[in-house]
């Protein structure tokens, strides 16, 4: 049976689903494309996702439609592809952001500090589990994504969260991180697509950009980016004048590149579109958009008959209890023991 027609019996239709710690409080909406919809801080109000989340919505997406016509906020999953693939891409089309943001998805089971979600994708035979569970300052995803054929089926996997930001927000890196892959420049503001540029601070035509701090929504900019393979997967968004940050842990053995997505009002294209201010940090298996440029390259994960792939982030939210300064933060992710 397929993923689209299954709903977790004890749930109803358009339902959000609450999970709750002393610290956090985190909205999911299983029909609304498997959404994260808010992460919040109960102690100091602060939230950690772009809004704009639609919390009663049932996703009834086309392979056709593209990623802006979704509500572009909270956090997403991305699979079997970031950008679209073509009907010449080994395994046939794959679309915009991947199959798994444009239908409803199962509830498994769910608790007040947790939930498991299934689905599948349509364009590959994978299926997909998600466990969200809350514990504390911490909000722990685990993953499983297995084969469903009697073949073998590349993938591509990004983590997708769109985190909310105001001007003098930075963004911290692993100290082994100097330079970066670029992707896109919107307008070529820091350099061509395919170049190598230096991180934190890159050099365009007239003066130098600092990438890592967040500037104002008026100026329209957006870039994307991948850092090399990690030896330490982690990472945070210090949000400056709230004294918090919210911190990213994962696997390099299974999760080895980090995408950026840093977009200050320079997307959508579209000038009928409202304008996205928001960085995303996106744990990814390649550092490819596509799963046709990964394959090509070599780093598309492959999973035999049967085989699953199993990997887990946990987002921590720091500044719950006290204020932490950017300093404390970037020392905190220089240092502290990769998990």
Known sequence: MSSLDLHGADVAAGTPIRLQSASLRVDVLPDNGGRVASIHCISTGTEFLLDGSHYDAQAQFTANDAFEESDCAGMDECLPTVSVCGPETAGGSAPDHGDLWRHRWRVESKSE????????????????????????????????????????????????????????????????????????????????????????????????????????????????????????????????RRDQALVMHFDPAMLPYLGLWLCNGGWPDDAARKRQYAVAMEPTVAPYGSLAEAMDSGEAPMLMPGESFAFSIRMEVLGSDRPWSYDAVKNYVHEVPAV
């Open 113 to 240: 500090d947790s939930v498991l979600l299934s689905t599948q994708c349509f364009s590959r035979p994978l299926s997909f589990r998600r466990r969200i569970q809350v514990q504390g300052s911490n909000v722990l995803f685990e993953y499983l994504i297995g084969n469903l054929a009697q073949s073998q089926v590349p993938f591509l996997y990004a983590c997708h969260p769109l985190l909310a930001v105001e001007p003098g927000d930075r963004l911290i890196l692993p100290r082994e991180i100097n330079r970066a892959y670029l992707r896109y420049s919107r307008g070529g503001r820091v350099d061509q697509a395919g170049e190598s540029i230096s991180w934190p601070l890159a050099a365009s035509a007239d003066k130098a950009v600092a990438l890592d701090y967040v500037g104002e929504k008026s100026d329209g900019t957006a870039e994307m980016l991948y850092t090399g393979r990690l030896t330490r997967g982690i990472c945070a968004l210090y949000r400056a």
